[in-house]
């Protein structure tokens, strides 16, 4: 993002409690050929623009949430909730109207059931009057508007009204034609709104040719300075005027884990506009915070560290030393602090994963250098490694702790520590700070040197020896 400063974002529009409730089911009903569900567990989140807002909060962002909710218990979990991820809430309470609620049944880790309690009519008169109060407050100073429109009756043509004015307004609705007038920042539809949208009779067997071919004539329609199709589990197409279209790329998810992953991307696509970033920078924050919340069972949100880790994937994550240097220098001036540690990693086993997950949470960045192929013949002696550097290396990057990953061939990895010049060293296994023949150079350069626990009865030596003894 082109600043660190702490963006101020409006959001309004259809606000809803999710519920999952997770369980078992081990027979028939007598009544009907349906499973009986077990209940043991039940997960309540925002849904809606109440999980747009809260995943924005995680993203670093100061946000006013403006929309109605019922005067039901429903609405009272989903205020407290809203709270404890610290979203400024202006919701107006409607006596009468139900706040909607979404409930998801899932058992065995399949979602077998879903059922929808909402009011989908346009809120009354006087509760809109005291919503547009509302949204103006929250627009004042707000440097992004977002308005999430899934027909649940908050987003009236007087709220669009209000909202036409809005520098940077980014919208992500249903049916987009109604916010033609507004001109908005950007649009958000999926493939299906577009079709709608269109209205050319055309059965698309290509998606992303279909759309490529049409993007003048989308951005046509909704007036809007970028449009972004989302294409469910294969990515995003953004369209913007003289430019051909941009495409991103998601990992496939099962639909289930998809819940909630529009609002993650919309969160993220506008913080990073209002950042600065480019269309094309803030769609891959988008898919890259879309695709950390997919792989989570319910409504989840990203957070603004978890989408950095994900971003710097694009980066690589294997790195010459000099490379990394540049890059870890752009990450101090983020505030971010440097976790470095290093080791041979000849078979990767659980007590390296663990170990290398607790040193990740020590800081924002975990750097780890590898010994090269020569290193570990030297320290290790005659038949090591077994797997060459470059196949540890990769093993390595592949964990979701590791930010980078770079070799050293040294018998120490001096050199690296004074280029890189991490806030905290870490080693694991059974060494006491003192034993460390690098800690005062880490020391001397501001640094922290830290020795973690590490699991018993597991190491590459003991594993590689089971291994040579079998017949």
């Known amino acids: 993002m082109g600043t660190e400063r702490v963006i101020s974002a409006a959001v309004v529009g259809d606000v809803m409690l999710d519920s999952w409730l997770y369980g078992s089911a081990k027979r028939l009903a007598q009544e009907a050929p349906v499973p009986v569900m077990s209940l043991e567990t039940t997960v309540v989140a925002p849904g809606g623009a109440a999980n747009t807002a809260a995943n924005l909060v995680a993203l670093g962002a100061r946000v006013r949430l403006v929309g109605v909710v019922g005067d039901d218990e429903c609405g009272e979990t989903l205020v407290r909730s809203l709270q404890l991820r610290g979203v400024g809430t202006d919701l107006q309470t409607v006596p009468g109207r139900r706040t909607a609620h979404k409930r998801r049944l899932v058992t065995s880790g399949q979602l077998t059931a879903r059922y929808d309690e909402e009011d989908l009519d346009g809120i009354p008169g006087h509760a809109e009057r005291r919503l547009l109060g509302r949204l103006a407050g929250a627009m004042a100073g707000a440097d992004v508007v977002v308005a999430c429109d899934y027909g649940g009756g908050v987003c009236t043509p007087a709220v669009r009204r209000a909202?036409?004015?809005?520098?940077?307004?980014?919208?992500?609705?249903?049916?987009?034609?109604?916010?033609?007038?507004?001109?908005?920042?950007?649009?958000?539809?999926?493939?299906?709104?577009?079709?709608?949208?269109?209205?050319?009779g055309v059965e698309p067997a290509d998606r992303p040719a279909y759309l490529a071919a049409r993007s003048e004539r989308l951005l046509e329609l909704t007036r809007a300075g970028v449009v972004v199709t989302t294409l469910d589990g294969e990515g995003t197409l953004l369209h913007r005027r003289g430019l051909p279209p941009y495409r991103t790329y998601a990992r496939p998810a099962p639909q289930h884990m998809a819940t909630g992953a529009g609002d993650t991307y919309t969160a993220a696509f506008a913080l990073w506009l209002a950042g600065g970033a480019s269309p094309e920078e803030a769609a891959e924050a988008g898919q890259a915070a879309a695709g950390v919340v997919v792989r989570r069972q319910g409504t989840a949100v990203c957070t603004r560290h978890e989408l950095m880790r994900a971003l710097r994937r694009h980066e690589g994550t294997v790195q010459t030393a000099e490379s990394l240097a540049q890059l870890l220098d752009e990450h101090?001036?983020?505030?971010?602090?440097?976790?470095?540690?290093?080791?041979c990693f000849d078979v990767l086993h659980r007590g390296h994963v663990s170990y290398l997950a607790e040193a990740g949470r020590l800081g924002d960045v975990l750097v780890v250098a590898v010994n090269s192929d020569a290193g570990v013949a030297r320290l290790k002696g005659p038949g090591r490694p077994v797997n060459p550097c470059e196949d540890r290396m990769s093993v390595l990057a592949a964990l979701n702790d590791v930010d980078y990953v770079t070799e050293f061939d040294e018998d120490t990895p001096e050199r690296l520590l004074r280029m890189i010049r991490p806030e905290i060293y870490v080693k694991g296994g059974d060494y006491t700070p003192e034993m460390l023949a690098e800690a005062p150079l880490v020391r001397s350069q501001g640094g922290e040197v830290r020795v973690l626990g590490y699991v018993r009865d597991r190491s590459s030596t003991a594993i590689i020896g089971r291994m040579r003894a079998m017949p």
Do not use: I, M, S
């Open 332 to 343: 101090r001036r983020r505030g971010e602090r440097v976790v470095f540690t290093n080791g």
């Open 163 to 200: 909202l036409a004015g809005a520098p940077l307004l980014v919208v992500d609705a249903h049916a987009v034609a109604a916010w033609r007038e507004c001109a908005p920042a950007a649009v958000l539809p999926n493939f299906a709104e577009v079709v709608r949208l269109l209205d050319d």
